[in-house]
Nanobody
Framework: QVHFVESGGGLVQPGGSLRLSCTASGFIFSSYAMSWYRQAPGKERELVATIFSAGGSTMYGNFVKGRFTISRDNAKNTMYLQMDSLKPEDTAVYYC?????????????WGQGTQVTVSS
C-alpha cells in the first residue's frame, strides 16, 4: 500500500528556515514525479513545488518567489523541501504526493502532513 511520511515542520519566526522531508513507499518512487502541497485552515490545498523523476526539472508555485528549493534522493525514496525566508502566509500543513497536477497520482493515500507555523 502507498504511504507517505512527512517530517521536519515546526514553529519558526518570520525570515527563518526549515527543511521538510517526505519518505514514500508502496510504489516505484524513481519512476514518478513528486510534489509538495500545502493547506492552510479554511483554504484549498495548493501545489507548492514539483520535481520530475530524473530530478533534472522542477516547478514552483508563483507565491514561492525563489524562496523554496525542491530536491529528491531516489536511492532513499525521499523528497525534500528547503524553505528559506519564511513568511506568516507560509503557515500550513505540508503534504507530499506523486504527480504534478491539482490531483495527485495517489489521491487516496495522503499522509498526516507536517505542520509549519511561521509566527513572531
Amino acid at each position: 500500500q502507498v504511504h507517505f511520511v512527512e517530517s521536519g515542520g515546526g514553529l519558526v519566526q518570520p525570515g527563518g528556515s526549515l527543511r521538510l522531508s517526505c519518505t514514500a513507499s508502496g510504489f516505484i518512487f524513481s519512476s514518478y514525479a513528486m510534489s509538495w502541497y500545502r493547506q492552510a485552515p479554511g483554504k484549498e490545498r495548493e501545489l507548492v513545488a514539483t520535481i520530475f523523476s530524473a530530478g533534472g526539472s522542477t516547478m514552483y508555485g508563483n507565491f514561492v518567489k525563489g524562496r523554496f528549493t525542491i530536491s529528491r534522493d531516489n536511492a532513499k525514496n525521499t523528497m525534500y523541501l528547503q524553505m528559506d525566508s519564511l513568511k506568516p502566509e507560509d503557515t500550513a500543513v505540508y503534504y507530499c504526493n506523486a504527480g504534478f497536477g491539482r490531483v495527485p497520482v495517489w489521491a487516496s493515500s495522503w499522509g498526516q502532513g507536517t505542520q509549519v507555523t511561521v509566527s513572531s
